[in-house]
């Protein structure tokens, strides 16, 4: 049940992977535009307009409830940073969407945690809490690291290290978001 399921994952990964690397997907505007707070709700309102279509390809491709939910939640994070980037493409632009899309993968990291949590039983719940308190703390290490790394004695220092920094923080968010979905499609293969 699981290969068959890693597999569909992955294709299903590889289409949104593809989606935004289509050119005709977006166009950046002519100049870096501030994305405020309506205009984020608008960028969301303008992604959840997509979720019907992308809902009824996922279905044609046989993908269960779970697959669905996942790659719709991943779709709208994703698609979220494209547009944000897309609109305001100066550094301290894309610095703000990559934190903002990390927010969004962390709200998902919790979703899919506490669904984790709900199907483990008795005292195998307390071996998540603890993996995610010792994550939490490499984390947080690790961007540490980053920091330092960044700065000009090490990487020469420039806007650039800021974006790295944002960036190295969003891989690990949406790493820990994946492994989380994964060990939740893991523990639910039998149901």
Do not use: C
Request: proline share 3%; aromatic share 8%.
């Amino acid at each position: 049940m699981l290969a068959k399921r890693l597999p569909n994952m992955k294709i299903i990964l590889i289409i949104i992977g593809l989606l935004f690397q289509s050119p005709t997907f977006s166009q950046p505007a002519a100049s870096p535009v501030e994305v405020t707070a309506a205009i984020q709700t608008k960028i969301k309102q303008d992604i959840e307009k997509q979720i019907p279509t992308l809902r009824l390809k996922l279905e044609a491709r046989k993908a269960n409830a779970t697959e669905i939910d996942f790659t719709l939640d991943t779709f709208r994070v994703e698609r979220f940073m494209t547009k944000w980037i897309d609109l305001d493409y100066s550094d301290p632009g894309m610095r703000s969407g990559i934190y903002a899309t990390a927010n969004l993968y962390d709200s998902l990291l919790n979703k899919y945690y506490r669904k984790l949590l709900a199907v483990l039983k008795g005292d195998d719940k307390k071996n998540l809490v603890q993996a995610q308190k010792l994550w939490l703390s490499f984390r947080d290490s690790e961007l540490k690291l980053v920091e330092l790394i960044s700065k000009a004695q090490y990487s020469g220092g420039g806007t650039i290290q800021q974006l790295t920094e944002a960036s190295e923080y969003l891989s690990l968010i949406k790493g820990r978001t994946i492994t989380l979905f994964n060990h939740y499609t893991r523990a639910t293969q039998s149901e």
